[in-house]
């Protein structure tokens, strides 16, 4: 019999991310990009890199950054169009991987995910063991290469897992946690961007033991609810279970252009190829929402956002681009020019109209790259 006082066991957390991924699958796929600086992204000045391989961060290149920049930065880099049914194709074969060992995966993204092998499939026993064997599963079986940190909570085991990229393994005990916080700078901390990290900066935080002599009230004053959060991770502390079925709450599409839409033909033509895009990814999901959102961004980098919410599902893609366009209307005449466009679909729900679950996406949700 249990002994209702007894602590709860120690939980066991994987968390896999996939080493440059889709660059990486790029260099797998063509023999010619490996060894070379290849970034995935559109190349023209209103480019974006989505992706860059390990050669051509060397030289400065990262994600999100815009290309004209990562040109500069490395003059011989290689850009390579998109290809994101070739990256949700191996993204499937490695969540396979995962499914040999426990049920209890939450993905992040294409690349990377939570797993809770407290109690696995297989009988091992140990995540460390369950780590090298998902990580030599996914080579073997891919041709890729994945980091994995492995932890008794989500916060530490993500931190671990880039710890010794690529092609690492990072192992973080209960009684080692505080002490491998403390020891970071607040930057890598999982939702700390760049303007959370100046701003603790600011406030004399700049590592995970700055943030350790904070008490909670000090931090709720400053960051509100997340301070409570922050409290805890400072110390080792995440009590988020792994979250087999994540909720999104929205699905939706973006492109960005290489010249400027102004004319109204223009811009209703741009917005029906996004009704294309983003009905094809409600019908492959399954998704039912009753929000719709249209984003346009201007040529000085204005974006605004304009949305409708009707009373039922928008579940017919007539519908679906009828209130897309009377969106549209609201913005018109568009007399700055519009170089990106974007449609999500919001409050999605199930058939029985509470939250839906569904397996994320994350970053990638708005993926489309237009040169």
Same mark, same amino acid.
């Given at each position: 019999?249990?002994? $209702?006082?007894?602590?709860? $066991?120690?939980?066991?957390?994987?968390?896999?991310?996939?080493?440059?991924? @889709?660059?990486?699958?790029?260099?797998?796929?063509?023999?010619?990009? %490996?060894?070379?600086?290849? #970034?995935?992204?559109?190349?023209?000045?209103?480019?974006?890199?989505?992706?860059?391989?390990?050669?051509?961060?060397? @030289?400065?290149?990262?994600?999100?950054?815009?290309?004209?920049?990562?040109?500069?930065?490395?003059?011989?880099?290689?850009?390579?169009? $998109?290809?994101?049914?070739?990256?949700?194709?191996?993204?499937?074969?490695?969540?396979?991987?995962?499914?040999?060992?426990?049920?209890?995966?939450?993905?992040?993204?294409?690349?990377?995910?939570?797993?809770?092998?407290?109690?696995?499939?297989?009988?091992?026993?140990?995540?460390?063991?369950?780590?090298?064997?998902?990580?030599?599963?996914?080579?073997?079986?891919?041709?890729?290469?994945?980091? #994995?940190?492995?932890?008794?909570?989500? @916060?530490?085991?993500?931190?671990a897992s880039d710890q010794n990229k690529p092609d690492g393994l990072c192992v973080i005990l209960p009684e080692q946690g505080a002490e491998f916080v403390a020891g970071l700078p607040v930057?890598?901390?999982?939702?700390?961007?760049?303007?959370?990290?100046?701003?603790?900066?600011?406030?004399?935080?700049?590592?995970?033991?700055?943030?350790?002599?904070?008490?909670?009230?000090?931090?709720?004053?400053?960051? !509100?609810?997340?301070?409570?959060?922050?409290?805890?991770?400072?110390?080792? +502390?995440?009590?988020?279970?792994?979250?087999?079925?994540?909720?999104?709450?929205?699905?939706?599409?973006?492109?960005?252009?290489?010249?400027?839409?102004?004319?109204?033909?223009?811009?209703?033509? #741009?917005?029906?190829?996004? +009704?294309? +895009?983003?009905?094809?990814?409600?019908?492959?999901?399954?998704?039912?929402?009753?929000?719709?959102?249209?984003?346009?961004?201007?040529?000085?980098?204005?974006?605004?956002?304009?949305? %409708?919410?009707?009373?039922?599902?928008?579940?017919?893609?007539?519908? @679906?681009?009828?209130?897309?366009?009377?969106?549209?209307?609201?913005?018109?005449?568009?007399?700055?020019?519009?170089?990106?466009? !974007?449609?999500?679909?919001?409050?999605?729900?199930?058939?029985? !109209?509470?939250?839906?679950?569904? $397996?994320?996406?994350?970053?990638?949700?708005?993926?489309?790259?237009?040169?």
């Amino acid at each position: 019999m249990s002994d $209702p006082d007894a602590p709860p $066991p120690v939980r066991k957390i994987i968390h896999v991310d996939m080493d440059a991924f @889709f660059a990486s699958v790029e260099q797998r796929d063509n023999p010619d990009l %490996r060894g070379k600086p290849v #970034a995935v992204g559109g190349s023209s000045k209103r480019g974006v890199v989505a992706a860059a391989s390990y050669e051509a961060r060397a @030289f400065g290149v990262r994600s999100a950054m815009p290309s004209i920049t990562a040109q500069r930065q490395c003059p011989d880099l290689i850009f390579v169009k $998109p290809r994101f049914e070739a990256y949700r194709a191996v993204s499937r074969q490695i969540r396979d991987i995962f499914a040999r060992h426990t049920d209890l995966i939450q993905p992040l993204s294409l690349d990377e995910a939570y797993l809770d092998v407290t109690q696995d499939k297989l009988g091992i026993g140990s995540a460390v063991k369950i780590a090298k064997a998902i990580r030599a599963a996914i080579r073997a079986e891919t041709g890729l290469t994945a980091s #994995a940190g492995v932890s008794y909570n989500k @916060f530490i085991a993500k931190l671990a897992s880039d710890q010794n990229k690529p092609d690492g393994l990072c192992v973080i005990l209960p009684e080692q946690g505080a002490e491998f916080v403390a020891g970071l700078p607040v930057r890598r901390f999982h939702g700390v961007g760049p303007r959370t990290a100046e701003k603790m900066a600011k406030l004399g935080v700049q590592t995970g033991a700055d943030l350790a002599q904070k008490d909670e009230a000090w931090l709720a004053h400053h960051f !509100g609810s997340w301070g409570s959060y922050l409290f805890k991770a400072a110390r080792g +502390i995440d009590d988020r279970p792994v979250n087999a079925n994540s909720v999104r709450k929205s699905l939706g599409g973006e492109l960005t252009y290489f010249d400027d839409k102004r004319s109204e033909d223009e811009l209703r033509e #741009a917005l029906d190829e996004i +009704i294309d +895009i983003v009905w094809d990814r409600i019908e492959r999901y399954q998704a039912k929402g009753k929000t719709l959102v249209l984003k346009a961004r201007y040529s000085d980098f204005r974006t605004i956002t304009r949305s %409708r919410t009707v009373p039922h599902i928008l579940a017919d893609r007539a519908e @679906f681009a009828r209130v897309g366009h009377a969106l549209l209307d609201q913005i018109l005449p568009a007399e700055m020019g519009i170089r990106l466009l !974007g449609l999500t679909l919001g409050s999605l729900v199930d058939e029985a !109209g509470s939250a839906e679950d569904m $397996p994320g996406q994350g970053r990638f949700a708005f993926d489309a790259i237009e040169d």
